[in-house]
């Protein structure tokens, strides 16, 4: 018995012999964690050291967080697979009361943060407090689901802060929301 092989032209083969599914890239998550508190970041925290452990290059970056003269040109690096930045301003931010230097430093930290996630260097995104910085009218909710919308599609996104606007919400693909449970 004799057998022939025909060898198989990737032109005009089928695009199902082409592409198996193993190496098809596995689309991003968007996940919201907020709470009425904003001392939650310790459960996002350890899921980001977790990732950064496993191989994944994460970015965490801390809008309203300032104080150690930071910015966005000087990340703090953790092991070789987590960067994480802050805004370069004096102090960090809990209210609305912002000067414009510190507007300015988290809209700088937001192009940063835009361009940073476009190279798509970074497979896990965390943005703390971002719900707080675009309540405060420093980065615009359109322009945030739009980013999400968008992104690079192997990248996961995680959202924190409390009172997360509607329409951050409905673009997430998980919502956790932290409370307390007063018992009797």
């Known amino acids: 018995m004799v057998s022939q092989l025909k060898?198989?032209?990737?032109?005009?083969?089928?695009?199902?012999?082409?592409?198996?599914?193993?190496?098809?890239?596995?689309?991003?998550?968007?996940?919201?964690?907020?709470?009425?508190?904003?001392?939650?970041?310790?459960?996002?925290?350890?899921?980001?050291?977790?990732?950064?452990?496993?191989?994944?290059?994460?970015?965490?970056?801390?809008?309203?967080?300032?104080?150690?003269?930071?910015?966005?040109?000087?990340?703090?690096?953790?092991?070789?697979?987590?960067?994480?930045?802050?805004?370069?301003?004096?102090?960090?931010?809990?209210?609305?009361?912002?000067?414009?230097?510190?507007?300015?430093?988290?809209r700088e930290l937001w192009a940063h943060t835009k361009g940073a996630i476009a190279r798509g260097r970074y497979g896990l995104v965390v943005l703390d407090e971002l719900s707080l910085a675009v309540n405060y009218g420093l980065i615009p909710t359109q322009e945030v689901v739009e980013f999400i919308q968008q992104r690079p599609p192997q990248v996961d996104v995680i959202l924190t802060g409390p009172d997360m606007p509607d329409a951050l919400l409905n673009v997430a693909d998980q919502v956790t929301e932290f409370r307390r449970n007063i018992l009797p």
């Open 7 to 106: 060898p198989v032209s990737l032109s005009s083969a089928p695009a199902s012999l082409v592409r198996h599914p193993l190496l098809q890239t596995v689309e991003g998550t968007v996940q919201v964690f907020t709470a009425v508190h904003r001392n939650f970041f310790t459960n996002v925290m350890v899921q980001a050291l977790r990732i950064a452990d496993q191989g994944k290059a994460v970015l965490i970056v801390q809008f309203l967080k300032g104080g150690i003269h930071q910015g966005p040109n000087q990340p703090m690096q953790f092991g070789q697979n987590l960067d994480w930045i802050r805004a370069d301003m004096p102090r960090c931010i809990h209210d609305p009361a912002v000067s414009p230097s510190e507007g300015e430093a988290i």
